[in-house]
């Protein structure tokens, strides 16, 4: 018994330390520590030495190399056989035409640049009928009621809505509604940073459609905007087809 | 003894360590969960100067690891400064001079072409019927010579807007009507095609003579290469056929502003 302690005690010391280079799943190993993934080494794959890990001598770090890696060419050095195969970071800014972006302390981060990206958000809310002459701030596919911006500049919204218009009083058969985009603060009784008025004709109990664009000139980062929408013309009350209630997003 | 035997064959085939680890070092930096000091140049685990953590691979006590530095500040964290060694090489076969990192929509990387704007507006010139219920094509003559569809010239985000200027096809004079239509934005790969993005359009419109109407709508696609063949095509659902050309006469016929546009640009 007393045997037993004395080696589990010699395995599970508080401390390891290897004065030593430190090879995994290899017996022939490079750099100071070598994870041979798949053990694959001694096998004649052309990808054998594609699931290796290695810290060279200088302390790099190489991933995903074809042939056996012994120095890195960066101290990050990843190769990948296909593009997007490499290096994947999520901090909540990803997504199609994303850039990665750096700060003065050369944090990264994925932001957009003009001409680089931009995206397209379903509008998820408001589904109830919406009343005339009453603001209404819509809800997105991303899961927030605004647009969070990442990157100081300025940007553009475009909306493409359809809706049900309804006649509550009158013959009605044209009507408007105010389109407004507010930066961090809701205040109705203001016209936002920039807003439009659309007029159309409609059939009450019919579909309409409007496509319009919003402007917002230097946000700032962590700045939110949200988008309202309000039924202007009097006994006019609209229901959103969220299936065809979009908006595209993007900098200028 | 032979519980002893297997004991250790157990464990010489799987090691599990519960404790920190310090590989080429006999001074793991204290707060670090495993540490190479790949030059075994470390003298203490409390203080390592700058010159002595830049050949340091460390894992910290909230997983975060550090390249060159032993106190990572964010998830992974390389300090190259003062060295020669560069941060970060990615050769995944888009590498090139002058290229940006870009995002796909789950924050993996490759190496793209700074983005460029660009945008070109297809015209069309030749009259068409656009039949009920059915997906027509809408032609992009002009600007794609010896090739009616959209190619698209750079890899980037692309905004499609339709410019509508057309008729509806025997709508009696006076009856007032919602003119729909639903638009789709399709994708050719080979003989397969996608719907990348859709939309339904309704605009108030007239029985006149012709029952000219129009329209702008935009459609959306995400992540396109240089070289994707697009084409919009488009189906009237408010019960009726709709058509270009309808009362054009003499050179109006051959008139670009008599006919639907589709303008396409990178966003």
Not at chain 1, 59 to 67: D, K, N
Not at chain 2, 135 to 153: D, M, Q, S, W
Request: aromatic share 12%; net charge positive; glycine share 10%.
């Amino acid at each position: 018994m007393k045997k037993y302690i004395v080696l589990w005690g010699l395995l599970f010391p508080s401390l390891f330390v290897c004065f030593a280079q430190v090879s995994i799943n290899t017996q022939n190993s490079q750099g100071i520590f070598y994870i041979d993934a798949a053990a694959d080494n001694t096998t004649t794959s052309v990808n054998r030495f594609k699931n290796d890990v290695v810290v060279d001598e200088a302390g790099s770090l190489i991933l995903g190399q074809s042939t056996q890696p012994t120095v890195g060419k960066a101290k990050l050095d990843i190769t990948s056989d296909t593009p997007y195969g490499a290096f994947k970071m999520v901090d909540g800014g990803e997504g199609d035409g994303m850039v990665l972006l750096g700060d003065a302390s050369g944090y990264a981060k994925w932001g957009m640049l003009k001409g680089s990206g931009g995206y397209k958000l379903r509008v998820t809310a408001p589904t109830g009928a919406m009343a005339s002459q009453t603001a209404y701030t819509l809800s997105l596919s991303s899961g927030l009621n605004y647009i969070p911006i990442s990157v100081a500049g300025s940007y553009i919204i475009m909306i493409r809505m359809t809706a049900t218009y309804r006649v509550t009083s009158g013959t009605g058969g044209r009507a408007s509604g105010y389109f407004i985009v507010y930066k961090n603060t809701i205040n109705a009784s203001t016209l936002g940073e920039d807003s439009t008025e659309n007029y159309f004709a409609g059939i009450s109990g019919q579909k309409f459609t409007v496509y319009t664009f919003l402007k917002v000139l230097n946000a700032s980062a962590g700045d939110k905007l949200y988008l309202v929408i309000k039924p202007q013309t009097a006994n006019n009350q609209w229901t959103l087809d969220t299936a065809l209630t979009t908006v595209f997003f993007y900098r200028v | 003894m032979r519980k002893m035997i297997l004991s250790l064959l157990i464990l010489a085939i799987s090691i599990s360590l519960y404790s920190q680890v310090g590989i080429n070092t006999r001074t793991p930096f204290s707060k670090s969960v495993f540490h190479i000091d790949a030059k075994g140049n470390n003298t203490s685990e409390y203080t390592v100067t700058t010159a002595q953590q830049l050949d340091d691979v460390l894992i910290d006590m909230s997983g975060a690891l550090g390249l060159g530095v032993v106190s990572p500040t964010a998830k992974l964290h390389i300090f190259t400064t003062g060295s020669t060694t560069k941060p970060i090489r990615i050769a995944d076969g888009s590498e090139g001079v002058n290229k940006y990192l870009f995002s796909d929509v789950d924050g993996r990387a490759t190496w793209k072409d700074k983005p460029v704007p660009n945008g070109v507006v297809y015209y069309s010139r030749s009259p068409k019927t656009y039949a009920k219920n059915v997906y027509t094509e809408l032609p992009a003559e002009v600007n794609a010579p010896g090739y009616k569809r959209i190619t698209i010239p750079r890899a980037g985000n692309y905004v499609f807007t339709l410019r509508w200027w057309g008729s509806i096809s025997g709508l009696p004079i006076g009856t007032k009507l919602m003119s729909a239509a639903t638009i789709q934005l399709r994708k050719v790969t080979g003989t397969f095609e996608s719907v990348v993005d859709e939309t339904t359009n309704y605009v108030a419109a007239t029985g006149t003579n012709y029952s000219r109407f129009s329209f702008t709508m935009s459609l959306f696609a995400s992540n396109l290469a240089a070289g994707d063949v697009l084409y919009l095509a488009i189906k009237p659902i408010d019960g009726y056929a709709w058509a270009t050309g309808l009362g054009l006469s003499g050179s109006q016929l051959t008139n670009t502003i008599y006919y639907p546009s589709i303008m396409v640009y990178n966003i």
